[in-house]
């Protein structure tokens, strides 16, 4: 094959596809590398991906940006080449699917908690800029307790003698 023929089949250059799906031809080498798409090549060596090749990367591209681990993809793509039926490849990708879904489950809890401690932390800072003081002459502050069940607010504001607290704990072990 070369790259005219591929062109009229509709096939496009790692440079293109990159540009298309916004990721870096390093990304898309990565992916290959890893067994998740196999693009073809011509003779000159130039990878031509056809849409089945860019519909997989983009739907494994965004699994991984959701937490999914490029092992998990790569024993996906893999099934069917490695079973010796149908049957069993089905068998075994409905296994593996249960499990990806039980993770992505997991992960939507998480990311619902922190949607809710980002909503506790706009209704605090809210409350801190209709007080008198706002806060700004300190510093945003924070104790303990309002940390331990606001937990984004750790991040984002001080929490009054927690770095004088840690020097003491540093200078008792020694």
């Known amino acids: ?5 591929a062109r009229k089949s509709g096939m496009l250059k790692i440079g293109e596809v990159a540009a298309l799906l916004r990721t870096t031809p390093r990304t898309l080498l990565y992916y290959e590398e890893q067994g998740i798409i196999r693009p073809a090549k011509t003779s000159g060596g130039t990878r031509m991906f056809s849409d089945m090749d860019i519909r997989r990367f983009a739907v494994a591209y965004e699994l991984a940006g959701l937490g999914v681990s490029i092992r998990a993809i790569r024993e996906l793509t893999a099934v069917v080449e490695t079973e010796t039926s149908p049957q069993e490849a089905a068998r075994k990708l409905s296994v ?3 499990g990806l879904q039980d993770d992505i489950r997991a992960r939507v809890k998480q990311l619902e ?5 980002i909503a506790e932390a706009h209704r605090w800072l809210e409350e801190v800029g209709e007080g008198e003081n706002a806060g700004v002459s300190d510093g945003l502050t924070i104790g303990e307790a309002e940390a331990a069940t606001r937990p984004i607010l750790s991040l984002i504001v001080h929490q009054p003698g927690a770095i004088e607290d840690m020097g003491k704990e540093t200078n008792s072990r020694d």
């Open 1 to 5: 094959m070369d790259v005219r023929g």
């Open 113 to 117: 908690r922190i949607s809710g401690d």
């Open 96 to 98: 593996m699917l249960d």
